[in-house]
């Protein structure tokens, strides 16, 4: 029997891992210098968590999510996160968070998962890398959302392009409804079985079908029909982003496919994904928090796949080499390298050494594959004087020093 990983799951080997370092640490970086805090929540939740948030008519709830337990149980079947937001406005209502303040700024990453056909860069478990920014609704802070995803992607030498679009509100979604439903009623016998009905339980929903795009593509547009509240947070938005000097294009097709969005929606592509080139998207959400239970409030946030930006980032540096590798030129040494290996790390230098008994020249090769910058060699001639031979694994020039010498020397070759 040959074990292997599941099908739409991805293991994260070393090499692969220090580009997701990089990502990482630009990310938290960012989310710092933006004012966001972490938060972290179950990765399983209530099936009508999701129920409720997300909306019964969507992919994910009708399609996507990985749901366990007993129906019958009094409190329901629970299910994977298929996204992190409704995880996230749960945990803020539940901890009466806004009882401390109006507003919070809050960063995540963690795994998601969704039952659909693994493609490239989209797997049944991906890991999500997002912010909410809940209790404001100025849309200064729609437009921060989109500067910080930018400066996240710029930062890992993501080349990518912005469109956005506003939806409008509750105030005239039910007139643009009744418009969307007259162009588009002729159309149905056209149309895909998902959108027909999608046409009866909510017509919006049809602008994100992917099958039947052409066919829809000159259905009236949500922002032609907004309200003047409407049209001047748009105006504001792209006010900001012209003033920050990010670069966008209004895109009528865009419309999420969760049913909590309202105003702002927005989405980042590379072309360094072809044909499925979606990186990260995001709105507002001006009802999900009172639709929970917590205030209303208003709030603006953004999810990214870090599966998909990880395939659109440039090649980098495989992450920071070792300081030291010790090597132990008699077998009998071997516990003396590892004590000043030892000594070494606990100065806050990073090295390696060989746990297998090999030959000296076997160590010298793991020192070279390390990319480690000097090679400690400790031989009985070493070992009598209490000192090490340094070589410099760049220009091979050798000396003996103490371990303090070594220390320093260490140090200053890090820059």
Known sequence: MNIRAPEGTHDVLPEEAARWRRLEEAARASFDRFGYQEVRTPIFEYTSLFHKSSGETTDIVEKEMFTFGDPEDKDGTYSLRPELTPGVIRALVEANLFARRAAWKLWYLGPAFRKERPQKGRFRQFTQLGVEAVGSSDPLVDAETMILLSEILEAVGVASKLR????????????????????????????????????????????????????TQNLPAAIDHTCEKCKAHMKAVEGALRDAKVEYRIDPRIVRGLDYYTRTVYEFSSSALGAQNAIAGGGRYDTLVRDMGGPDVGSVGFAAGAERILLAMKEGAAGPAMDFFGVAIDESLRGRVFSMVTE????????????????????????????????????PAEAAQNQVKLKDMREGAERLVSIDEAKAALKGGRT
């Open 344 to 379: 070494l790390r606990r100065a806050g230098l990073s090295g390696d050494m060989d746990f297998e008994g090999r030959s000296i020249k076997s160590q010298m090769r793991s020192a070279n594959r390390s990319g480690a910058r000097y090679a400690l060699l400790i031989g």
């Open 164 to 215: 956005i679009n506003s939806i409008g509100c509750g105030e005239c979604r039910g007139g643009y409804r009744e418009v969307l439903r007259n162009a588009v009623r002729p159309l149905l016998p056209t149309l895909c079985e998902n959108c027909n009905k999608r046409f009866e339980r909510n017509v919006f929903r049809i602008l994100d079908c992917k099958v039947d795009a052409e066919k």
